[in-house]
């Protein structure tokens, strides 16, 4: 074994690496069941992959384009928006990341709900900035009153996950607005909407709309959930002028690969394709719930492709019943255990798993 000599930055061992849903265990059927990443359960369409292995022979020796122009007015088409309103990145993962190192000097605060994403706190710590986690109501739901209460004058950035990974809530529109009222200009308030094709709440906000609406609100997208592409990384940021011009300067130069943009373009014209999938998965997600409810579990009303089982003690073992069954889901020991929303096959068995689980004991 060798010994580390170098020096490491200050701090970075307190840093927890970001703990990726695990891959399905075999269950006992000799099946596998991946429902721990909020990935989408369809194949990519045909048509996305027909295009990409058209451009892949010129896809891998070249590299790709940074202003990723095709792409960028396929947006700003798509969301009436300017070219200059967004900035891209690996998976809007790696745009949080941008935002963060844009807005922030070393020991400035940025606040997110808590729990909700798990890479907020890993990537603001890493930027050198302080993580402000307000929990959430016992409802699950983001406390927007405690949130704006806990806003100082270190406060640069504040991450609203709506609809929030991983309990599914959303805040209402009435909600953001007060929120939005308390909270200073200067400092950006973004919202993630990783899973906003999946929320059919009526009184849900559209935080296109708010960044219409207001100078310090910027909204994430991400191709990785509702469009299938998780494999490819990408995501994007609308935002301010200044604010987007600031993301596309901290960035990595050609993370995005030519194969996501050229998928990402595919994909936003195959929208329609798409929204019967998702129509799908929202119909699943709702027969899950009242399936999981029927058993007995506690499951709070979900707007996003997975669904989150508040079973506080007992989450370890359910996690435990459902690896037992080949089922990967993803475990907050202590809090709850976050369920994806598979094919219908697959969620037909979560219910199974936690049917098998109850007559165990
Ligand atoms: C999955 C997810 C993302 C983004 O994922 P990428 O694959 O990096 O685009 C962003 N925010 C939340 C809350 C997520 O759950």
Redesign the pocket.
Known sequence: MSTTTQSFRPGLEQIAAYRAGKPAPVGPSGRSIKLS??ENPYPPLPAVVAHLAEVLPHAISRYPSIAAEELTAALAQRFDVATENLAL????????AQLIHAMTAPGDEVMFAWR??E??PILVRVAGAVPVEVALDADSRHDLQAMADAVTDRTRLIFV?NP???TGTVVSEAELEAFMARVPSNVLVVV????VHFDRNSDSPSGIDFFRRYSNVAV??????AYG??GL???YAIAPVPVAEALRKVSVPFAVSRLAQDAAVASLAAEGELQLRIDEMVTERDRLTAGLRATGLPVVPSQ?NFVWLPLGEASAAMGAAFEAQGISVRTFAGEGVRVSIGDPEENDAVVAAVIAAANRV
């Open positions: 990443s909020n990145g690996a998976g809007s993962v790696e745009v949080a909700s994403f890479a907020y996950c929030n990974n991983p993630d909407e990783a899973y994430l997208h991400t191709f990785s959930k592409l998780a990384r990408v995501g996003a």
